[in-house]
């Protein structure tokens, strides 16, 4: 059964109680989750939602108040099942004094990838996560935008087949979240399945397979991405050589089709799209 979902999480809640008897804050509650194997899985809600909390519960870092948490099949904070997961904290914590290279290296050798494994992996990263300018740069000059593409490498770093991601787009400039966004579709390509989190959500649209999103730490919404966001049976067309002028032969000819005109507009660009398009034309893209 772990086979196809890496992840479960039945009637999982989590509480923290507050000082001097002040009650508790309800940061989870009654949360049943299926990750399936090789989906992008998007976590959405708000901040204090509950995101990073049932993260960290399927991480094993803190145990749930109540319900079962499975990975892998098994208890989470089990060391064989947490050999085959990466993850990007919400705000990593790394040694600023270590270059990008070295930090790899570091993690690398936490996660037992072998030495000889080593320097050939180090460059693959640093490539994917297109670093190669912070490579021999202490961690302390780095921007926040490298410092998560050291953060998503080090996640990576012993290949995983699920890699879990906290806010993976957070301090990035567009040129950067575009790649990180690209990095998520390879991983998935590779049949890597990838959760992540964020309250960011024209974010994530474009790489989530589904998505859940959390509120009061409670799950209000959970399905595919494509059903969630389609407008039932409406469609656009999109056309050249058009003439304002001739809008309504143009109405006439959809009604003998059958369908209604509903809405006339002039595509537009996104501003991402003019972002990236004139960041990459003017050649400067550095972290
Ligand atoms: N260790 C803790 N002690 C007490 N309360 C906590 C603790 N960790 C989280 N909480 C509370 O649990 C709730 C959920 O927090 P969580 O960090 O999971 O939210 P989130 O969805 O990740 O938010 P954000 O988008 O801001 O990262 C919040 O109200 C938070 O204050
Ligand atoms: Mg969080």
């Known amino acids: 059964m772990s086979d196809t979902h890496p992840i479960r999480l039945r009637g999982v809640a989590k509480h923290f109680p507050l000082h001097w008897r002040r009650g508790r804050v309800i940061a989870v509650e009654n949360l049943d989750l299926e990750i399936r194997r090789g989906e992008v899985f998007g976590l959405l809600g708000p901040n204090g939602s509950g995101k990073s909390t049932t993260l960290k519960m399927i991480l094993g870092l803190t145990p ?6 499975e990975l892998f099949g098994e208890p989470p904070a089990r060391p064989d099942s947490r050999r085959r997961l990466g993850f990007l904290p919400e705000s990593p914590y790394f040694y600023r004094f270590l270059s990008g290279a070295e930090t790899l290296r ?5 996660c037992g990838v072998p030495n000889r494994r080593l320097d050939e992996r180090i460059d693959e990263l640093i490539a994917l ?25 080090q996640a990576l770093v012993h290949d995983p087949e699920l890699v879990l991601l906290d806010e993976p787009t957070a301090g990035v400039d567009p040129m950067g979240s575009r790649d990180i966004k690209d990095l998520i579709l390879r991983l998935k390509a590779a049949g890597k399945t990838v959760v992540l989190s964020s309250h960011l959500l024209e974010q994530v649209e474009e790489v989530c397979d589904r998505v859940a999103i959390l509120h009061l730490g409670r ?9 969630l966001l389609s407008s039932g049976d409406r469609a656009t067309l999109e056309v050249s050589g058009y003439d304002a002028a001739r809008t309504d032969a143009i109405r006439a000819a959809l009604a003998s089709a059958g369908a209604q005109l509903v809405a006339v507009g002039r595509p537009r660009l996104t501003l991402e799209e003019i972002f990236v398009r004139e960041v990459r034309r003017a050649g400067g893209d550095k972290g």
């Not at 749930?64 to 948490?69: K, L, W």
């Not at 490579?135 to 593409?149: E, F, H, I, N, V």
């Open 64 to 69: 749930p108040t109540r319900g079962e948490v």
């Open 106 to 110: 570091f993690f690398g050798r936490l």
């Open 129 to 153: 996560v297109g670093l190669a300018h912070g490579r021999d740069r202490p961690l302390a000059t780095y921007s926040k935008g490298m410092l998560q593409r050291i953060g998503l490498a």
């Open 219 to 227: 799950k209000i919404v959970e399905g595919p991405l494509d059903s």
